[in-house]
């Protein structure tokens, strides 16, 4: 195993960057052209089931993976979800049906239950403490521009190619990312090898509690991007917005450039004192889109909602793993992402449960995302620090 280094950058370091990069932007590239695929095979109604199963099966395998993780070690794990991923891009273009496609949504979801979850305690584990906020934003620019890139290049290959092109491509580029972890060191100490009894779940595999702190906030602010998700594009439409994307492209550009100094920033000023002002952050660029009266205002509020959210996401990463024990760092990885994907599905259903293509309702669903993180905004600043004076907790503040 690799000592802990005082630097981020070493060839390791370099290497999960990369891996995460391909990884992200491997199932990411699928997203664009899979509604029209859906339509053309006679499935246009269940279009809403092609995030919804991706996303179920990847909240279910997280308490598995970060198990996982913890005994039979961070890299097999990772690999397991580019497996995946590399394995469901040849099967697509088999799988014509409806219900092999929902199939395949439904177990490509597996990647994303395991990739991330292994990749953030191998992270962890390849820096000291003091430098984890900064690994985590680094780390995180590369995952998220793949993600963000993704998206490009899959419309550009199925226009010039064909869409199951795309699908062997969005392969490759899983390949690619396993290629790069066979040359990546295992940093679990103690490894154990595979027995079918790892897959047994119960309560204590699924809930690490040292984290819950970081938890709460991780759900409350993720809420706001499910409603994003779910009504940003009607209101884009609805201001003016020719290009419904254009809010996405913005906030995204926002989120990475401050990532280079916000995950640095949360180590030397402490991860609290970073989350409040990316919290306050937050609920005001929510506000503003809340009340955005034209396509300017819109895009000015998605720029400051970039970020507030590339502040959070390294720094609430990083107090996660502050506040975990080392020999369950994959739990607590897979607590963590638990709860921003149920953060997002709640957002989702409040946007539906409040929208109901009613334009009118849309400032009125963002100011309830505003409230919500005000919520998440008091919990830091007078219940987190009662308790952790009550207890005696040492965390990063």
């Known amino acids: 195993m690799p000592k802990p280094s005082e630097t981020i950058y070493s060839l390791q370091f370099g290497l999960v960057c990369l891996s995460s990069f391909l990884f992200s932007a491997s199932f990411n590239m699928l997203i664009p052209e899979l509604p029209a695929y859906l339509s053309s095979m006679g499935g246009s109604q269940y279009k809403g089931l092609i995030i919804a199963l991706f996303t179920l099966t990847a909240g279910i395998s997280r308490p598995f993976s970060g198990k996982l993780t913890d005994t039979i070690g961070r890299v097999p794990v990772m690999a397991v979800g580019s497996l995946v991923c590399f394995a469901c891009g040849f099967l697509y273009p088999v799988l014509t049906t ?132 779910t009504i940003i594009s009607d209101w884009s439409a609805f201001l003016g917005t020719s290009n419904k994307g254009l809010f996405f492209m913005v906030f995204t550009l926002t989120s990475l450039l401050i990532r280079f100094v916000a995950g640095k920033a949360s180590d030397q000023y402490g991860r609290t004192q970073i989350l409040k002002l990316a919290l306050s952050l937050l609920a005001v660029a929510l506000f503003l889109i809340g009340s955005a009266g034209s396509s300017l205002t819109l895009m000015l509020a998605s720029a400051l909602y970039g970020v507030a959210t590339g502040m959070l996401s390294p720094t609430v990463t990083a107090w996660t793993v502050d506040l975990s024990n080392p020999t369950e760092r994959g739990k607590a990885m897979a607590t963590m992402y638990i709860a921003l994907e149920a953060g997002i599905g709640m957002g989702a259903l409040l946007a539906g449960w409040l929208f109901v293509e009613d334009i009118k309702m849309i400032p009125v669903t963002f100011y309830c995302c505003t409230g919500i993180t005000v919520l998440a905004l008091c919990y830091l600043q007078f219940i987190y620090k009662k308790k952790t004076a009550t207890e005696g907790l040492t965390v990063l503040d």
């Open 98 to 229: 409806v219900a092999g496609f929902l199939l395949l949504r439904l177990i490509h979801g597996f990647s994303t239950g395991f990739k991330p979850t292994a990749t953030a305690a191998y992270v962890a584990d390849l820096v000291t403490s003091g430098k984890w906020g900064e690994a985590m934003g680094v780390h995180g620019i590369c995952f998220s521009t793949g993600l963000a890139i993704g998206p490009a290049i899959g419309s550009m290959i199925t226009e010039y190619f064909s869409i199951n092109v795309l699908f062997y491509c969005s392969s490759l580029f899983a390949l690619m990312s396993i290629v790069i972890l066979y040359n990546m060191k295992e940093t679990l100490k103690t490894k154990q090898r595979f027995q079918f009894s790892h897959l047994k779940i119960n309560r204590k595999d699924i809930f690490e509690s040292r984290v819950l702190p970081s938890i709460i906030i991780m759900f409350l602010s993720y809420i706001s991007y499910g409603v994003i998700l």
